[in-house]
């Protein structure tokens, strides 16, 4: 069982859309928590911090639900610009801070 | 700042050769480490340090090597290149606390392995 399971998608979604990814974790020791964007071929980006009571930056919303090890991340009003990749991410005091990522799952945001 | 920078972003390597990854960042961050990312996975941890002279395995160490001689640079050392290791490579440095700051990466090497 992986660590962290992400649906893959891809999710296509008209501009305006509202759409929500989820996440599961399998270890209950895992401490933050993050969501990552990462465009094609391009480097990772940390997207929003996930914490316990929720979140929401913008257009987006996180949410963690720590009794069943789920994370969520909700965009509003999608924009072709939010096309990307979307990695879940934990992280493990092992390995020094240890981040575990998600596969990604694939947002394709539509005109 | 220049951030997190990685030579070179493309490499094609012949089976059995070597090659050094070069990663720097220029944030006075103590905590550095290497990723690997292959289609359908995560990316994983190859190797990672918490500071100048101390470095560790991470979950997929086998058949690459790391040195941290100075806090700026962690470069990352394929030993003898496998097909295997055709990868997307990438760096990332970030404060060392109890909890981790954001990661910082750098925009990644490309690998082929022949």
């Known amino acids: 069982r992986k660590e962290v399971e992400q649906d893959p998608g891809p999710f296509n979604v008209p501009e305006g859309a509202t759409v929500a990814f989820n996440c599961t974790y399998s270890?209950?020791?895992?401490?933050?928590f993050f969501w990552y964007r990462q465009d094609c071929r391009k480097e990772p980006k940390l997207l929003m911090s996930v914490y316990s009571s929720g979140n929401e930056d913008g257009r987006f919303t996180a949410q963690l639900n720590r009794a069943s090890q789920y994370i969520s991340l909700l965009i509003r009003d999608s924009k072709l610009s939010d096309s990307a990749t979307y990695l879940c991410?934990?992280?493990?005091?092992?390995?020094?801070?240890?981040?575990?990522f998600g596969a990604g799952t694939i947002l394709r945001v539509k005109s | 700042n220049a951030g997190v920078t990685q030579t070179p972003k493309f490499q094609v390597l012949k089976t059995g050769q070597s090659m050094t990854l070069q990663c720097a960042q220029d944030m006075n961050h103590e905590y550095m480490s290497w990723y690997r990312q292959d289609p359908g996975m995560g990316l994983r941890l190859i190797h990672y340090?918490?500071?100048?002279?101390?470095?560790d395995q991470g979950e997929v160490p086998n058949g690459y090597n790391v040195s941290r001689s100075t806090t700026e640079d962690f470069p990352l050392r394929l030993l003898s290149a496998a097909p295997s290791q055709t990868s997307v490579y990438f760096c990332?440095?970030?404060?060392?606390?109890?909890?981790?700051?954001?990661?910082?990466f750098g925009p990644g090497t490309r690998l082929t392995v022949l």
């Open positions: 340090s918490v500071g100048a002279g101390i470095t």
């Open positions: 270890n209950s020791a895992s401490q933050s």
């Open positions: 990332a440095s970030s404060q060392q606390g109890a909890l981790p700051d954001t990661q910082y």
């Open positions: 991410v934990v992280s493990l005091m092992e390995y020094g801070n240890k981040l575990v």
